[in-house]
């Protein structure tokens, strides 16, 4: 997925409108110096007839006209000898590559500023290079799935910072004409999203979707308790069975599930006689009668002490 940062590309180079030897005069008493001449000769030859490449962000001091593009055509003739004449931009194009960087918890989002420009205006030409970006891009993909193919060898994963450091020098495209650099690398904002806070401290200003899943997983694996992380440990170790299979014989304390007082109610009931829980049976079906509770039919009573058979007596009604 590619955005640009530019609105719609404006062609990288255009044919002059005006006659050559009247581009060369126009050109020698101009002062711009965002953009190159090039011309072409009956004989089919482009020539460069002059022009200055804007200083890479961040490189200091100024740039040296003379040596500031690469020139891979000879010096033109004064005025004659040429049929047409082409405008080509030097100035410095911005756009975004976004990246999706493969984690533990799945894909993570990452826009790559990327700048590019033309170091070589003949070539453009001479290459047809209207848009610089495809080509740009196309090199920018095949040097990302190289640095993650070396880091998977590693055993370790790419991120951004990875990213910005490798990418950061320039990669000139000599057969299009252009040359590109990465400017930095950052967690990709969502659309619309406008984020405020401040930097280092608390939850991060990248506080994406993403890390919200990544935050609610691991809350979710620590609430679970010692079994919910050692079944983690397993899934990100499996070669260590045999190790998280001992610790869980050695802890069973921690992996039983706390007991509440259901469970201590029942292990009490089943240490009674049959003559005991007969009794509560009993009052436990009066103490639902009282309350008005809807019970099943009362079965045997048991046997009390001075009641033969288990009756119970009947009370004498007064003289």
Not at 83 to 100: I, K, Q
Not at 276 to 295: F, I
Request: a neutral charge; aromatic letters at 6%.
């Amino acid at each position: 997925m590619m955005i640009r940062t530019d609105g719609a590309p404006a062609p990288l180079y255009t044919r002059a409108p005006r006659s050559p030897w009247w581009e060369i005069i126009r050109r020698r008493w101009s002062a711009r110096q965002d953009r190159a001449l090039v011309l072409r000769g009956r004989d089919g030859l482009l020539h460069l007839h002059g022009a200055r490449e804007p200083r890479p962000p961040g490189a200091p001091g100024p740039v040296d006209p003379a040596t500031a593009v690469h020139r891979s055509a000879p010096v033109p003739a004064a005025l004659g000898g040429y049929d047409s004449a082409y405008h080509v931009r030097l100035d410095e194009h911005p756009a975004t590559r976004v990246v999706a960087l493969p984690t533990v918890y799945g894909t993570e989002p990452v826009d790559l500023q990327v700048m590019w420009w033309a170091h070589d205006p003949v070539q453009v030409v001479r290459n047809a290079t209207i848009d610089g970006w495809p080509e740009v891009r196309k090199d920018l993909d095949q040097r990302i799935r190289a640095l993650e193919s070396h880091r998977a060898a590693q055993s370790a994963e790419l991120c951004a910072d990875d990213l910005a450091a490798e990418l950061a020098v320039p990669w000139p495209l000599h057969e299009a004409g252009i040359t590109y650099r990465v400017t930095g690398a950052h967690d990709r904002e969502m659309d619309g999203e406008l984020r405020l806070g401040r930097s280092g401290g608390g939850t991060p200003n990248s506080w994406t979707p993403h890390h919200r899943e990544e935050y609610a997983f691991c809350l979710e694996a620590v609430t679970g308790g010692p079994a919910a992380l050692a079944a983690l440990w397993l899934l990100r170790h499996p070669d260590q069975v045999s190790q998280v299979l001992d610790w869980s014989v050695g802890h069973q304390n921690l992996l039983r599930a706390p007991a509440g007082w259901q469970d201590e109610m029942a292990g009490l009931l089943g240490h009674l006689t049959e003559q005991e829980r007969a009794e509560l049976s009993h009052l436990v079906r009066d103490r639902l009668l009282a309350l008005g509770r809807r019970v099943p039919p009362a079965r045997t009573a048991p046997p009390s002490a001075g009641t033969p058979g288990g009756a119970h007596p009947t009370p004498g009604r007064p003289g």
